[in-house]
């Protein structure tokens, strides 16, 4: 589909997200999928070799913020106003992250997203999950009616 | 009546900026993003010198989300490791002579971390500054923040809760 090579050239080519070789592999309107392979460069703790909480925020980041840029009632744009991420257990050093995102609100002005993150032992406990808010100028196309909106 | 003669500053300044250079060294993450400390006594000012990799935006052109939180998280943690560390040194319970690549200092780990984006972080130098609200046992709370060209502007503040290392 020509929206989801878009959306991935879009992604893919943020020098952060290359810079963390971050690769989209699910995008539809209010939901993302960015995974992003263990790299010793992004160690957070030498003794254990466990990946820094940064990287993980970053893909978190990333993820959320592309469901808001995929809801087809606003421009495509946004930006992070909070995001809170809460780490459950390390990630297995070596093991691949992969982030789902869902946008599962948003008003004229407010996105609001929640993501979890795992490893390569998906039925395990997450490694970490986030909330958070994004800016959004939501555009009448698509529009639907919320109450507390009007 | 004689007064213990007070060590030389050159001795004091090599001993605590070693162990600060043993603390930041060990991580390839802070490596990666090329960040530096800054110390005045105490006191440590994050510097992340602005790289065309940490752009998120490349229109406006802006810092990506994640690159700064990655900088408010690396600060927080080494901010509160470095508070840990300084105790130890300072008391004479670590003998920074031992700290090296063999014998890394232990870092908190992160319990929770939520950033406020405050201003579009523009495409130059970030500092950013820790302050240790309160440091138990087991777990501390952090806060950190962020600015660029004018210290009373933040483009971005943080809060964290961690848990503290064992001691060896």
Excluded at chain 1, 12 to 39: C, T, Y
Aim: hydrophobic letters at 40%; aromatic letters at 6%; charged letters at 25%.
């Amino acid at each position: 589909m020509q929206i989801d090579k878009l959306a991935r050239q879009m992604i893919e080519a943020l020098p952060f997200s290359k810079a963390l070789s971050m690769r989209l592999e699910e995008i539809e309107p209010g939901r993302a999928v960015i995974s992003m392979p263990w790299d010793e460069r992004l160690i957070g703790d030498p003794r254990t070799g466990v990946i820094h909480g940064g990287a993980v925020s970053a893909l978190m980041d990333t993820t959320a913020g592309a469901t808001v840029m995929a809801r087809p009632d606003g421009p495509g744009i946004t930006a992070t106003i909070d995001l809170r991420i809460d780490y459950m257990r390390p990630a297995r050093p070596g093991q691949r992250l992969r982030c789902e995102a869902h946008c599962y609100h948003a008003t004229r002005s407010v996105a609001f997203v929640r993501a979890v993150t795992r490893d390569e032992e998906e039925r395990d406990v997450p490694v970490a999950t986030a909330t958070g808010a994004f800016t959004f100028n939501k555009t009448d196309k698509g529009n639907t009616a919320e109450a507390g909106n009007k | 009546m004689s007064a213990k003669k007070p060590e030389p500053v050159q001795v004091i300044k090599e001993r605590r900026d070693k162990a600060l250079s043993a603390l930041v060294q060990g991580v390839p993450y802070i490596s990666f993003l090329g960040i530096q400390f800054d110390r005045k006594g105490d006191e440590l000012t994050a510097i992340l010198p602005y790289a065309e990799a940490h752009i998120g935006n490349p229109t406006l052109p802006a810092l990506h989300g994640g690159a700064t939180a990655s900088f408010l998280e690396v600060t927080a943690i080494i901010g509160l490791g470095w508070a840990i560390l300084w105790e130890e040194i300072e008391s004479g319970r670590v003998d920074p002579a031992e700290i090296g690549p063999e014998r890394l200092p232990r870092l908190p780990k992160t319990i929770d971390f939520t950033v406020d984006y405050l201003r579009t972080g523009l495409p130059r130098d970030a500092y950013a500054r820790a302050r240790v609200n309160r440091s138990g046992r087991r777990y501390a709370s952090v806060h950190v923040e962020a600015w660029q060209d004018n210290r009373a502007r933040l483009f971005a503040q943080a809060t964290g809760h961690f848990l503290m290392p064992a001691r060896d």
